[in-house]
């Protein structure tokens, strides 16, 4: 294969029509620029030039080849500059595989950000309610980033961008509204409002309650969003274990912490952490770190009254607790497939 620096060589004798005056101008030695020649003239299997008395003349195959060689070495400057462009924010794509309750949660803002800094850069926004199928996806090729709780495995390079609590979530009227906080136990005589198997998460809550060797009733609706859930919740059709990132828009309900308090790691895998694009964008998530994410960090309600009245025995106790009264949130929305 001949090379790039062969080329420049040939391109620089037909136009200096002189081995000299081509080896000055590409800062070479002249037995170095022969040496390009010779191994050219090996590749085609014809000379390039012709060697006269006075100069040299390049031949019919060499004219031919240095027409061509014009072309690829201007391809190749557009292939450095582009580069250069994409590493700088100027242009390039961006593939983001994000879980559907983060794309509101944390991507929007810095979405909006690279929008207006960087608007030759494409983001490519794809949505999913699995982390192991996002992992999946960017394995394959499909995906530069993959933005959700951590998956069950991977060798690829991960950046943590914050943890976000696990809550449960009842009707304003439940319960619970009565409770600092809410043992896992306490879920097993509940009716229960759980996910499709195609969810991540249904496998998560089965996991989170065999571990701490509680048994969760049967299931009396499933959905395929944990936004839905909550949702489904807060008007009294059970109870539901949902990410902090779920509660986006607040359900109009009682949410409440686990006793003892659950956490998860919410990460971004990159498939290529030493691409500067994807490095800026993963380094503008980091900073921007996580929105509230815990029920402490939920205003407080008003002078309670009813079930609520015992939000200030949470207050007193440093526990934190919310009740949303029924009529702030959006309706429940139904969401089908992996994305609303």
């Not at 994409?86 to 961006?94: K, L, N, P, T």
């Not at 015992?310 to 429940?332: C, E, F, I, N």
Request: glycine share 8%; net charge positive; aromatic share 4%.
């Amino acid at each position: 294969m001949v090379s790039m620096r062969a080329l420049e060589c040939l391109v620089a004798i037909v136009e200096q029509g002189s081995l000299t005056k081509a080896a000055a101008v590409l800062h070479m030695s002249q037995p170095a620029l022969s040496h390009q020649i010779a191994a050219f003239e090996r590749e085609l299997g014809t000379p390039v030039i012709e060697r006269l008395p006075r100069g040299i003349r390049p031949t019919a195959a060499g004219l031919a080849a240095a027409a061509e060689a014009r072309i690829a070495l201007a391809a190749a400057e557009r292939a450095v500059i582009a580069g250069k462009r994409v590493a700088a924010g100027a242009g390039g794509r961006i593939r983001i595989a994000s879980a559907e309750t983060m794309t509101a949660w944390i991507l929007v803002p810095v979405l909006r950000s690279w929008r207006r800094r960087f608007p030759g850069v494409e983001l490519d926004l794809r949505e999913y309610t699995s982390a192991d199928q996002m992992l999946e996806v960017l394995l394959a090729g499909g995906a530069d980033i993959a933005v959700g709780p951590r998956p069950t495995r991977t060798d690829e390079h991960t950046e943590l961008l914050g943890r976000e609590e696990i809550v449960v979530v009842a009707s304003p009227e439940h319960r619970f509204a009565g409770m600092d906080a809410v043992p896992l136990a306490e879920l097993s005589a509940e009716p229960l409002v759980h996910y499709d198997q195609a969810n991540g998460n249904a496998l998560w809550v089965d996991r989170f309650a065999a571990q701490r060797g509680v048994v969760l009733p049967q299931p009396t609706l499933r959905t395929g969003s944990p936004r839905t859930a909550a949702q489904l919740a807060a008007a009294g059709m059970g109870v539901a274990i949902v990410p902090f990132s779920a509660l986006t828009p607040r359900p109009g309900g009682t949410i409440r912490s686990f006793d003892p308090v659950e956490l998860r790691d919410v990460v971004v895998v990159v498939a290529a952490p030493h691409d500067d694009l994807l490095r800026q964008f993963v380094g503008d998530l980091k900073r921007r770190g996580l929105p509230d994410s815990r029920v402490s960090h939920l205003s407080q309600p008003g002078p309670p009254s009813g079930p609520a009245r015992a939000s200030g025995r949470a207050r007193a106790s440093g526990r934190a607790r919310a009740t949303v009264v029924a009529g702030d949130a959006y309706p429940v929305a139904a969401h089908a497939g992996h994305a609303p």
